[in-house]
């Protein structure tokens, strides 16, 4: 009767085992598909960003980079210069800023030195570099050249102001 009761013990002790052991399996599957499905959703996420970044990037010839950004490209004022025919490229990590630069006002400007910061999509400043502007007469134009020693051709838009 004693070894009865002992294997009905040793019986409910393995049940309640089995059991235990069932709810930490199933808890320990719940948490890997979160877990995955989360990995899933930031990927998904990070494509969505970089196909944005893509839109406007464009692969010209091996290795040579250029932003496609109409906001980017949209001209800009600065001092009453007008900053337009803007192109933003990167070539062998190196990103040039090339812009033409016309004089819209009835006087001669001055040489200028002036700040560019490159902006993502959400007005964040990714990098800033100096350039500068030659003196002009009125209706003159010039080219901006400015170079960067890293690659921001992903860069949405920027700024320009005299220093």
Do not use: H
């Amino acid at each position: 009767m004693q070894k009865n009761q002992k294997k009905g013990k040793t019986k409910s002790i393995s049940i309640f085992q089995v059991i235990i052991i069932i709810v930490f399996v199933v808890i320990i599957a719940i948490s890997i598909i979160r877990i995955v499905k989360d990995k899933k959703e930031n990927s998904d996420n990070k494509n969505a960003n970089e196909n944005n970044v893509e839109s406007y990037v464009e692969e010209i010839q091996t290795g040579v980079k250029i932003n496609k950004s109409t906001k980017l490209n949209e001209a800009k004022q600065v001092d009453g210069l007008n900053v337009s025919n803007i192109q933003l490229t990167t070539s062998n990590g190196m990103t040039t800023l090339l812009a033409e630069v016309t004089n819209d006002t009835e006087a001669a400007s001055n040489l200028k030195v002036v700040e560019i910061s490159l902006l993502n999509q959400k007005g964040e400043v990714l990098n800033t570099a100096t350039g500068i502007i030659n003196e002009l007469k009125p209706g003159e134009k010039t080219e901006l050249n400015v170079t960067l020693t890293s690659d921001f051709v992903n860069a949405y838009d920027f700024t320009i102001n005299v220093k």
